[in-house]
Each structure stands twice: as structure tokens, then as C-alpha cells.
């Protein structure tokens, strides 16, 4: 059975520091997808990662993906409080008939 | 675009009274799931369609849910009868076939009382 590890769980940090979320997974996989999801909301797609050492960057958000570590990270830069939230990381299996399995979670959250 | 749209938003049932959520995905896409995400979760698989072929169903609790996409668009998941346990937010999402990327709805937040 798949596991998808996020830590930490809870992360509370002040505005302008930056901080790094990991996600550990637990089969061979090289297609790994992160979503924010606001109180309430919906689940928003931010990046999604398709090979080995691949690294994308949204603003102040960076992922990155190593396959043969198994882990990604989503790294925070100079955080505002407009990215409190929690962040998924999700696993994609099944090439051509995408399965996702996503982690538990890590509900952030920026003090001024 | 429009985006995936379920309805109802909200639902507050009482145990052993049935309940089924809708879901219209984004026009053109193939594939259709339905998720169940428990407070504090990542989402969890329920189903898959694609068209209106339930292509995996493994983790769908068969004695009391069921769904169906009959038309291949629009897709109905039901449970009867409705326990404490399944309250939970619904999650509906849809891909282009073969697509990697899925498009998640606002999700139906279901309180069985």
C-alpha cells in the first residue's frame, strides 16, 4: 500500500521567514502534484512535478521533486499571511489512468 | 470555463435517511472521480469513471454507496442509508483522458446527525 508523508502537520511561522514542507512517499513514482486548500474551499492545483530533479516556482512558492530519494519539498520564501492554508502533496500512479494518493496535510499558518 | 460544480453545498441528514450528491465535471473532460476527504484528511479515492464506465471502484463501500454517470458527464453518488461515520466533505474532481492533472470542485460538506 502507498504511504504519502507530509511533515510537519502544523506549521506556524512569521511573516518574511522561510520554511520548507516535505513529502515522503513509499512506492517508485515520478509524478508528484501539490494543492492548496483554503478553509472551507476547494483544492487548488500549484505544481505539478513530472521527472526526476524536476523544480517549478510560483512567487514566493518553489517545489522540487527527487524520484529516487522518494521526496519533494515545497519550500516558502518571505512568507506573507496570504499563503496560510494547507498543502497537499499527492502521489500520481497508474500512468495513463492517473491515481492520486495524497498526504495528510500541512495546515500552515503566517503571523504578522 | 466553468469549473466542476457539485451541488448541494451543505447536506445535514439524519442517520439511516439516504443522500446523493451531483456533480457536472468541465466540459470535455473524460474522467470523472468522486473523493471523500474525513476533517484533518487528504483526500481518499471513492471512484473513477471514464465516460461512464466505473474503471475503479475498489475503495467504494458497496453496501450502502453506489454512483452512476450514465450519459458519461454529469455523475450522482448515493448513500443509503447514511451513518454517523460518513460525515465527511465530498470531492469531485475530472481530467481530460489520460490526463495527469485533476480539476476538484467545491466538494458537498455532508453532517449525518
Known amino acids: 500500500e502507498l504511504k504519502v508523508e507530509q511533515n510537519p502537520l502544523f506549521l506556524s511561522m512569521q511573516e518574511g521567514k522561510n520554511y520548507t514542507i516535505y513529502c515522503n512517499y513509499s512506492?517508485?513514482?515520478?509524478?508528484l502534484y501539490w494543492y492548496r486548500q483554503d478553509p472551507g474551499k476547494s483544492l487548488e492545483s500549484l505544481f505539478v512535478?513530472?521527472?526526476?530533479?524536476a523544480v517549478k516556482q510560483e512567487g514566493r512558492l518553489m517545489a522540487s521533486l527527487d524520484t529516487k530519494a522518494r521526496l519533494s519539498t515545497l519550500h516558502i520564501t518571505a512568507a506573507v499571511h496570504d499563503l496560510s492554508a494547507t498543502y497537499f502533496c499527492?502521489?500520481?500512479?497508474?500512468?495513463?489512468?492517473?491515481?492520486?494518493?495524497f498526504g495528510t496535510g500541512t495546515r500552515l499558518t503566517i503571523i504578522p | 470555463e466553468a469549473g466542476v460544480v457539485q451541488s448541494p453545498r451543505y447536506k445535514i441528514i439524519e442517520k439511516k435517511q439516504p443522500v446523493a450528491f451531483w456533480c457536472n465535471p468541465i466540459?470535455?473532460?473524460?474522467?470523472l472521480y468522486w473523493y471523500l476527504q474525513n476533517l484533518g484528511q487528504g483526500p481518499e479515492l471513492l471512484i473513477r469513471?471514464?465516460?461512464?464506465?466505473?474503471?475503479?471502484d475498489s475503495q467504494l463501500p458497496k453496501d450502502r454507496f453506489s454512483a452512476e454517470r450514465l450519459k458519461g458527464v454529469d455523475s450522482t453518488l448515493k448513500i443509503q442509508p447514511a451513518e454517523l461515520g460518513d460525515s465527511a466533505v465530498y470531492l469531485c474532481?475530472?481530467?481530460?483522458?489520460?490526463?495527469?492533472?485533476?480539476?476538484f470542485g467545491p466538494g458537498t460538506r455532508l453532517t449525518v446527525t
Open positions: 512506492t517508485t513514482s515520478d509524478r
Open positions: 474532481a475530472s481530467s481530460t483522458q489520460g490526463g495527469l492533472e485533476q480539476y
Open positions: 466540459s470535455g473532460h473524460n474522467t
Open positions: 512535478l513530472l521527472s526526476n530533479g
Open positions: 469513471y471514464e465516460n461512464e464506465e466505473a474503471v475503479d
Open positions: 499527492a502521489v500520481g500512479t497508474n500512468f495513463g489512468n492517473e491515481k492520486l494518493t
